[in-house]
């Protein structure tokens, strides 16, 4: 038999990663080799780029920072620009081990999924030593997948995710906070396949997490919010509808 | 505050609150700021309708700025005015977000065309 061959794009958004890209890119090229790799610079302040233009790492520059959920909607837009079948997505402070993304990417293609999310929680089905507020948050978005799309989805908020050609465009078209439990739930109300497939992550070692204390208190309010909103937007835009 | 007055209030607040949501589905308000105007909204309604807030409010604000009751016009224009800049704000941060994203994307190197990048569907790398 023939087999057509999937083209597999990487995309890892990194906004000032310096201290772990290298070892990321690196990694991502040994243990993918068939994959093409896209980094997505979020207009990194520090050595980020210098490191990847000696890596020699294509490279989509954002002139200016705009933040985690628009760096991830570039790599949505260059995957279908340059027609991939399959876009995965990975951090780049070195929390994913690469190595895990071919187990994740094979359930991806013989479960049909249109969106895999590498979940840190759906094994357990709890969230273990997580800080109480972050432990929270997750709780709160997890129901909110679980009422809205009907599917309960453990860890939304991670960054592991594999996704078909087939959602590049309602992903490129609507607007997302971080294309988490919001895209879940849109995806999944317009009739597309969100699953979960077990991964572990690594202590995050250099860098700081996007969510500061402010971020921390606002951002799941505009996460629910979006949740909301995409229920009602899901109305608009699936095919046939006015 | 009379009982219509009440009535005329939180109608008037659904409607802005209506829009605030239409407008951040449609992409044309920043959800950051549509949280913070949703909040002020539900904010004063709540001030309005509770009678010890609406009480307390009454006092403080007679107390420190004794205004005209058509003062309320005024606040209510710059509600108005307020959310449609920020209406703009955002349609303009959208915009050049966008134009980012394209220049990032046609900087980026092209692929060439028909180059087979990928794996087959069944065949591991490391195989």
Redesign the interface.
Known sequence: ?T??????LVAVPAFNEAVTIAEVVTRVRRS?????L?V?NDGSTDRTQEILDDLGV???????N?GYG?AI??AI??AA??R???LITLDADGQHAPEQV?ALF?EF?ASGHHCLVGSRFVEGRDYGAAPFDRKLGMLLFSWLTWIFAGKRIYDTTSGLKAIRAAVFEPLAR??F?DFHAEAIVYLSRLGFKVGEFPITVAERRAGVSMYSPFKAL?YP??TA??VL?AV??ARYSRPGAA | MTALGGVVLILAAALVGGWI?DL??R?RLY??Y??VL?ALIVMVVGVAVVPFARDLAHALLDRLFPAEPVAVVGLAALLLLFIYLLHQLSVLS?RV?TL??E???R?????RDGE???????????E
């Open positions: 038999m087999a057509k061959a999937a083209r597999v993918l080799p068939g994959f093409d896209l997505i294509e490279t989509a520059h954002h002139l200016c705009l628009r909607q570039t837009k260059y620009h340059h991939y079948d399959v071919l094979h293609q609507w607007h906070v606002v309010l505009k919010l979006m909103l009602a937007h | 949501l951040i589905r992409g959800v950051g549509g949280i949703l959208d977000a980012t994203q220049l990032a994307i900087r980026a190197p092209p692929k087979a990048s990928g794996l087959p569907e069944d065949q591991d790398p490391r």
